[in-house]
């Protein structure tokens, strides 16, 4: 059920270049299920900035009624959100959308994820392991000092990394490190710019896909047409990120 | 007790606050949330004969103390409107008053006809106003002939009272009142969103991929005020008065300006709980200033 409530931060700090890792406390975290479910954060009191913030949930703890982001500080709403201290409140709506789901795994599934794209993978690979499907993760940045969670995934299955710079791992993209690798999985799961997201697609147009996508979003419940994408189904379809995805299969979101 | 009670053409009103259309979809989603039957009334999203697939995104943009949007008047068009949403919001014990839009007088005028005969549709809002689609729309709503003789094609057919929806990007809003009260129109929407646009500094480009788009939120309060004042004081007919309203006191401020009762939009997507808040802190309020009624309250800057 969707809950708007006021969390308790417990936790923030930077933990690469402008990346903050902020764990809140509430019932709300109670509500959370799939890993790729988003909250929609208001940042400030008054009406400056005005809209909440989407950001995806990177890891729940059910036992502790929390949950933990990770977001780039990088316009005015996120570096507001990076002031926050242990103690301080923060209005929070969620969970909201559909996620990955991870009862389409089989045996072995590739994570493929770019920049602010690779947090909600994390827990997509906790749940994946928990259900003893073995996952690899490719995980792209723009370089080292941006990288994050390499050593959290690494204890979760196979991780490779890509720089755009070459200052870590492979110099390039994901895509890069793809080509390299074999085949020999049943089915992937990405998110991470648009361009990203289509050349995952492109690469592997036989496996079974789960892509979440980003939109400039006003409501966030479904409200108000602000997020909506066509599909390939017909010339009239199409879908709400924020209330029918962020998750989509592949071949489906025209973006 | 605090009276809330509000008496508007084909509304009875249990208090003075209502979602404004496009903020609120079709009552769907705030329903998770909350019984839509504490509600005034409810705005839905515009209905255009087709379906309409609205315009390209970006759709939304954020600005100082407001945000910009160029939606396009997506919607299922009249027949899934009429035979799937208003069936779905008959359950609330809520006036709906339906958004009508098109791009030519026989577009208004179909949907008016077909959609006012809905059991639980009680008004007409007749969106002269929208700034984001390329025909029809605003230029219905900035001739004061063309807006008069919309006007009267729509009554002639709608069943229920028809509001007229007005836009704010006119030089003299007066003399667009004043035409629609002419024409008959029983009431009167105000205001629609203000023309802006938003720049990617580092680009140099529009953010809003329709280049421009409608500011709404806090920052249009004071102009939409303004124009209530100047509307109530010029006309007979009552408004239902928005723009950048978020709470209990902004509610009061456009009562006092000469609103009958209030639509709230921006501030939904900030708080979705908005409505009914400033519907339980309104009593108080009122008492707080020395009112027991809400009637006692509108147009009071006028009698000063
Ligand atoms: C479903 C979803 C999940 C997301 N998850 C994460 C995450 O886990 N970590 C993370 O760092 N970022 C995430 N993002 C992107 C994040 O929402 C934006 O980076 C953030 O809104 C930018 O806000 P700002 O205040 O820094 O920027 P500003 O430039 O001040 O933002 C202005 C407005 O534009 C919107 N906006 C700007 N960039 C984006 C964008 N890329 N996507 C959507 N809206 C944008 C803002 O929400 C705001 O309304 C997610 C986006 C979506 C849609
Ligand atoms: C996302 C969005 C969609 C809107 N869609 C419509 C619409 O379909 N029809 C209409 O008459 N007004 C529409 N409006 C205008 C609002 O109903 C309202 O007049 C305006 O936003 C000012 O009020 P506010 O400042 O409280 O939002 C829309 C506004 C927003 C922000
Ligand atoms: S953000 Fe409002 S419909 Fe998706």
């Known amino acids: ?255 | 007790m605090t009276d809330l009670t509000v008496k508007l053409p084909g509304l009875n009103l249990k208090n003075p606050i209502m979602p404004a259309s496009g903020c609120f979809g079709f009552g769907k989603e705030y329903a998770q949330l909350y019984d839509l039957s504490q509600l005034g009334a409810i705005m839905i999203k515009a209905t255009t004969v087709e379906t309409r697939l609205g315009n390209p995104t970006p759709r939304v943009a954020e600005t100082a103390s407001g945000m910009l949007n160029a939606i396009g008047l997506q919607n299922p068009g009249l027949e899934k409107v009429s035979g799937q949403e208003l069936p779905w919001l008959e359950q609330y014990d809520v006036p709906i008053i339906a958004n009508v839009a098109g791009t030519t007088t026989e577009d208004y005028v179909e949907v008016a006809k077909a959609i006012s005969q809905a059991p639980n549709v009680h008004a007409l809002e007749i969106n002269i106003s929208c700034p984001n689609v390329k025909l029809g729309g605003i230029t219905f709503g900035t001739d004061p002939d063309v807006a008069r003789e919309l006007t009267r094609a729509v009554k002639e057919v709608s069943s229920v009272p028809v509001y007229i929806k007005l836009s704010p990007n006119v030089t003299d809003i007066v003399s667009i009142a004043k035409a629609v009260e002419a024409g008959g129109a029983d009431g009167i929407t105000m205001i629609n969103t203000l023309l802006g646009m938003r720049m990617d500094t580092k680009t140099g480009r529009p953010i809003i991929a329709n280049i421009t788009g409608g500011l709404s939120g806090p920052a249009i309060k004071p102009v939409a005020l303004r124009m209530v004042y100047e509307v109530s004081k010029h006309t007979k007919l009552p408004i239902i008065g928005m723009g950048g309203i978020t709470n209990v006191d902004d509610v009061i401020d456009f009562l006092s300006a000469g609103a009958s009762a209030v639509a709230v939009g921006t501030a939904n997507f900030v708080n979705p709980f908005v409505c009914p808040e400033i519907i339980g802190q309104l009593p108080e309020r009122l008492h707080e200033l020395g009112f027991d009624s809400v009637e006692q309250l509108v147009g009071r800057s006028h009698r000063l």
């Open chain 1, 1 to 255: 059920m969707i809950k708007q409530e006021r969390m308790q931060v417990i936790k923030q700090q930077e933990i690469a270049k402008h990346i903050f890792e902020l764990t809140l406390q509430g019932e709300l975290a109670n509500e959370m299920a799939e890993p790729g479910q988003f909250v929609h954060i208001r940042v400030a009191d008054s009406f400056e900035p005005l809209l909440r913030r989407p950001i995806s949930v990177a890891s729940i703890d059910l036992e502790a009624s929390q949950f933990t982001m990770i977001y780039r500080a990088e316009g005015r709403g996120t570096g507001l959100l990076a002031e926050k201290k242990p103690g301080d409140m923060l209005d929070v709506l969620g969970p909201l959308g559909h996620g990955f789901p991870v009862e389409e795994a089989q045996k072995k599934a590739y994570l493929i994820g770019g920049g602010i794209g690779v947090p909600p993978l994390y827990e997509l690979a906790k749940q994946l392991n928990a259900r003893s499907i073995e996952t690899v993760h490719i995980l792209g940045f723009e370089s080292k000092q941006a990288v994050f969670y390499e050593d959290k995934f690494r204890e979760l299955g196979d991780t490779h990394i890509a720089t755009v710079d070459g200052s870590h791992g492979t110099q390039g993209f994901v895509t890069h490190i793809l080509n390299e690798l074999p085949s020999d999985f049943d089915t992937y799961y990405s998110c991470g710019p648009t361009a990203m997201l289509e050349a995952v697609q492109w690469a592997y147009p036989q496996k079974k896909g789960f892509l979440s996508y980003e939109q400039r979003m006003g409501c966030g419940i479904g409200a108000c047409f602000a997020c909506v994408c066509r599909t390939t189904k017909s010339e009239t379809d199409y879908i709400k990120v924020c209330s029918d995805g962020p998750v989509f299969p592949a071949g489906v979101v025209i973006s």
